[in-house]
C-alpha cells in the first residue's frame, strides 16, 4: 500500500471525464503503482491544489467503489467565482500529473442500525452517495435515492446510478420529472428510517425541517458537514512533548494534518472524530479546547485532560499533547 | 470484583411527553400503569388521541391500574395478561407504524429491557424512546452455563431453574441480553457460597 510523506499521498490523474458543463469526473492511482489505503462509503480526499495565489486544500467526496483499492475518482464542480481551486482543477491539471492528496477521512458515514437508507441529493453531491450504495448493495443494505439536476444535460451522473440501480433512483428536474417534493419523499416511512442529504446548504435545510416536522429525530437525519464539523477554523500552535517541535495549525487543517504535515506520526483510522483512534492526551493548556469529535464522553470534553486531534481545535496561547 | 456498584445499569428516564413526535406508543407493565397515566394527563388533547398504550396486567407487586387506564376513554388501550404477550403487541404496533413514532416504557427492569431489544430491531434510537423504572428492582438474570433466562429475581444467590446451580447474580447489566449475569456461585472455593443477602437495587 502507498504510504503517506508529510501527511499526504502523491496520486496521479490517470483520466478527466466531463461528466456535465461543470463536472468532470477525475480517477486517481497512487503514483508509485501501489494500492491507496482503504475507505469506507461517504469518506472524503483534502487535494492540495496549486494556483495563482497559492495552494488551496479542497474536500472532495469519493466516488469510487470503497472495494477496489486501485484508483479513486471524485467529481469536481468548476465554480467561477470561488477561491480558485477548483477551476485550477478543470483548467491546469491534466492527465499524468502528480497531487498532493490527504488520507480518506470519513465525516458521512452510513447508520449501521438502519433498516432502510434514503438519500437525497443535489447536483455534485450525489457523489458520496457513489460510494456509500457501493457499500449498500454488497452488503444488501435497504436504500433508494432521489437526485435533483438543474437540466438534462446535469444528469450523466443520475443515469449512471439508474444504470445500475434501477427504479431505487429517482431523477428530477432531467426533463422528464419535476421538482423533488422533499416533504412526501420523506412522509409514511417505516421506523427505522435514516435519511442523508447531500447537496446545497438550502437543499440540507429543507430536509432537515421538512423531516422534523414529520417528527423524525436527529440520529436518523444525516447531512455532510465539511464546514462546521470538518476541521477548519481559527490557527492555533501546538507543542508536541516528546520532541518539543512546536507546530502551526492553519485555518484549513486539522491538528492531525498538520503534524503529519512536519512528518510526525499520530495514530488514526476515520481521520472524522468517529473512531476513538486518534485519542491524544492533553499536557498543558492555556485556553479552550475545541471538541468537535463524536467520541468523547462529556466528563471527557469538560476534563480538557484529552483531545482528537483529527477533528478537534483549540483557542489558546499554549497547548501541548503528549506525542 | 463481582459485586460492586452497578455501572451498567441503565439509567432511566421520567415519562413526559415527547412534543415532537407525531404518533406515541406507551407499553407499561404492573407498576410502570403509574407513570403512564402521568403521561397521559401530560399530554395534549391532540397528542392523546395519537397515542396506543399496551398495559400487561402481569406484576410481580400485585400493582395494578387497570381500570384507572380504562377511564382514559380518548387513548387506544391494548391489554394483555403477560409481559410476554405486551411485547408480542408491541412488535405489532411498531410493524405498521412510521418515523416520527415515540415509544414511552414503564415497568420492571427486564420487562423495559427485552422491549428495548424489540425497539431496538425496529430502529428506534435512543432519542426516539424514554423508559422509566417502576415497582421492584427485581432482576432479570441470564445464566453464564445453560442459557435460562430468570425473571424476578430477588436474592443475590438463587438456584438457575435450567441447570440447578446456586448462581451469584452479578452487578453487570447486559443490555444485549437486557439481563444481569448469573455464575456458578460456589466457583472459588466449591460448597462456600456468599451470603443470600437480598439485592438491595
Ligand atoms: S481518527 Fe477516528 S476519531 Fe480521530
Known sequence: MTTAHNGTLALRVDRIEPVTPEINRYTLSAADGAW????????????????????????????????????YQIAVRRIEDGKGGSVAMHRRISVGDVIPVTIPANLFPLSKHARHHLFIAGGVGITPIFAQLEELNLKGGSFEVHLAVRGPEHATLGRELIERYGDRVTLYGDGERGRMDIAAVLAERPLGTHVYVCGPARMIDDVVDRAHEQGWTDSHIHYEKFEDAGSTGEPFTVTLAKSGAVIEVSPEQSLLEAVEERGFKLPYLCRGGACGECETEVLELDGTLDHRDDWLSEKDRASNAIIMPCVSRATCSKLVINA | MLITGIKSRPVYDQLVPMASGLRHIAVAQGSGGKPVLRLLAEMTAGQRASTTVVYSTESFTGNSYLSELQDQDDVELRVVATNSEALQALDDVLSTANMGTRLYLAGSEGFIGTAMQVASAYGLDRDEILREHAGSFVRRVWCAHCDTYTENVTTRVFRCPGCELDLVVRDHYSSRLAAFQGVKADGEVPGELPEIEELDT
Request: charged share 15%; net charge negative; proline share 8%.
Open chain 1, 36 to 71: 491507496l489505503p482503504p475507505f469506507s462509503g461517504g469518506s472524503h480526499l483534502t487535494l492540495l491544489i496549486d494556483t495563482e495565489n497559492g495552494t488551496r486544500r479542497n474536500a472532495y467526496s469519493l466516488m469510487s467503489s470503497p472495494y477496489d483499492a486501485s484508483m
